[in-house]
């Protein structure tokens, strides 16, 4: 197994701009998690999702993220319009329903919002 | 979740046990005690958890008080590999939701 999959590693982009971050999770895993980290606030949820539907997006932080997950592979996590306060390493995570035996992380991306 | 309590930092010297400390005082008896680290620039990546019983596997082993109150991470023979910032995190184990991450221990293995 290739393991959880993030694309792409790298993101430069301009205040204003729309970025849209994938993740592709673990084949059999029905959970998908978003996380951000930052200097200043470390590890942060930012919406998980069971069986594709959204569970808990509390920690969303504005109407700009949005984060979808149209299938079993597949998930997104859009901004827009992205500001220099979004730069952070983004990880996106996948686990069984259970997460009995925790959560596998992806490689993350890294967005620069310049 | 329960909180819990980690040193900000330490230092190992290669070839020697590093062991990690945890405070988790508030636990319930449903939560069972994850490990994760975290490498520089590399997702986290689980190690271990347990529930009152001492654990052991191919990375580490988890010993958990009687009392479950505090737990200890070993890794038995450390390498510079293992230089990286490692998380205890307590959690209900059913049902997947959120591993809420604090600051953790940055390890420093020395050669």
């Known amino acids: 197994d290739a393991g959880v999959i993030q694309s792409p590693r790298h993101e430069v982009t301009e205040m204003g701009q729309e970025v849209t971050l994938r993740c592709k999770p673990i084949?059999?895993?029905?959970?998908l998690f978003w996380y951000r980290q930052t200097m200043m606030r470390g590890l942060e949820l930012l919406i998980y999702f069971n069986n594709n539907v959204p569970i808990d997006d509390s920690g969303m932080p504005e109407d700009r993220f949005s984060a979808k997950m149209p299938n079993a592979s597949f998930s997104t996590l859009k901004i827009q319009p992205s500001e220099p306060r979004d730069s952070a390493v983004y990880f996106c995570?996948?686990?069984?329903?259970?997460?009995?035996?925790?959560?596998?992380f992806g490689s993350g991306t890294r967005l620069t919002v310049v | 979740d329960a909180k819990t309590t980690q040193p900000p930092s330490m230092d190992c010297a290669e070839g020697r046990a590093a062991n990690l400390p945890c405070n988790h005082s508030?636990?319930?008896?449903?939560?069972?005690v994850y490990w994760y680290r975290q490498i520089h620039s590399q997702g986290p990546q689980y190690i271990i958890h347990g529930l009152k019983n001492n654990e052991t596997n191919e990375m580490a082993s988890l010993i958990i008080t009687e009392d479950r109150k505090s737990s200890t991470l070993i890794l038995p023979h450390a390498t510079l590999r293992d230089t990286a910032v490692y998380y205890c995190?307590?959690?209900?184990?059913?049902?997947?939701?959120?591993?809420?991450f604090g600051t953790g221990t940055r390890l420093t293995v020395i050669p």
């Open positions: 995570a996948s686990s069984s329903s259970s997460g009995t035996y925790g959560y596998t």
């Open positions: 084949s059999g895993h029905n959970s």
């Open positions: 995190i307590v959690r209900v184990r059913t049902g997947a939701n959120n591993l809420f």
């Open positions: 508030t636990i319930s008896g449903n939560e069972y």
